[in-house]
């Protein structure tokens, strides 16, 4: 049985750009399939097959809402704040990305959404505190206890810290000078 979509007073809905007539994203970040048709040949005979309106259901990837989204011979999994952020805001300027403004990726809400540079989105990132540093980072060698000790360290050479941590000499070496590994835990 198909799911009917259940549309309320405080959800205004707008075409998905690029995809009028097969699917409509609300300001609430859901996104209906559309009721239409599709001419395809059953048993030998032309017919026109019904597709029902129905509600997409979202998964995450990365972090962010997610939809497939099918139609005119081909499919596309597309994130839903870009969905939303293009039927309220306009097309993607060129090099821009969607930014949250208060730095959660599940608040798809067009008043939440806007374009911004990468640059501006990496620091919008630092003022929600949403940016991995230091240990929270997957490719961390060193952790920030250890960082912290070879700083404070004047007992052992970089050779030796190096051997002991299995990294380089001149990671050590940028670690004791401060290029690497600054106070905030920043590479």
Same mark, same amino acid.
């Given at each position: 049985?198909?799911?009917? &979509?259940?549309?309320?007073?405080?959800?205004?809905?707008?075409?998905?750009?690029?995809?009028?007539?097969?699917?409509?994203?609300?300001?609430?970040?859901?996104?209906?399939?559309?009721?239409?048709?599709?001419?395809?040949?059953?048993?030998?005979?032309?017919?026109?097959?019904?597709?029902?309106?129905?509600?997409?259901?979202?998964?995450?990837?990365?972090?962010?809402?997610?939809?497939?989204?099918?139609?005119?011979?081909?499919?596309?999994? *597309?994130?839903?704040?870009?969905?939303?952020?293009?039927?309220?805001?306009?097309?993607?300027?060129?090099?821009?990305?969607? &930014?949250?403004?208060?730095?959660?990726?599940?608040?798809?809400?067009?008043?939440?959404?806007?374009? &911004?540079?990468?640059?501006?989105?990496?620091?919008?990132? $630092?003022?929600?505190?949403?940016? $991995?540093?230091?240990?929270?980072?997957?490719? *961390? $060698?060193?952790?920030?206890?250890?960082?912290?000790?070879?700083?404070?360290?004047?007992?052992?050479?970089?050779?030796?810290?190096?051997?002991?941590?299995?990294?380089?000499?001149?990671?050590?070496?940028?670690?004791?000078?401060?290029?690497?590994?600054?106070?905030?835990?920043?590479?």
């Amino acid at each position: 049985m198909a799911e009917q &979509a259940i549309i309320t007073d405080s959800e205004e809905w707008r075409d998905v750009p690029g995809w009028e007539g097969f699917y409509r994203v609300s300001s609430l970040g859901r996104v209906l399939s559309v009721a239409r048709s599709y001419r395809a040949y059953r048993k030998g005979v032309m017919a026109s097959i019904p597709i029902p309106e129905r509600m997409l259901k979202t998964f995450l990837t990365v972090g962010y809402p997610s939809v497939a989204l099918c139609g005119r011979g081909q499919q596309k999994t *597309t994130y839903v704040h870009e969905l939303v952020c293009a039927a309220w805001h306009g097309p993607r300027p060129m090099g821009s990305d969607v &930014a949250h403004n208060d730095g959660c990726k599940t608040n798809c809400n067009p008043s939440n959404l806007r374009w &911004a540079s990468r640059a501006e989105n990496m620091a919008d990132k $630092k003022v929600h505190g949403t940016q $991995k540093r230091g240990d929270a980072l997957w490719f *961390t $060698k060193i952790s920030d206890d250890t960082v912290a000790k070879i700083r404070g360290d004047d007992t052992m050479t970089n050779k030796e810290w190096a051997a002991l941590c299995g990294v380089s000499q001149s990671l050590i070496s940028s670690i004791r000078s401060g290029r690497r590994r600054m106070k905030n835990g920043a590479l």
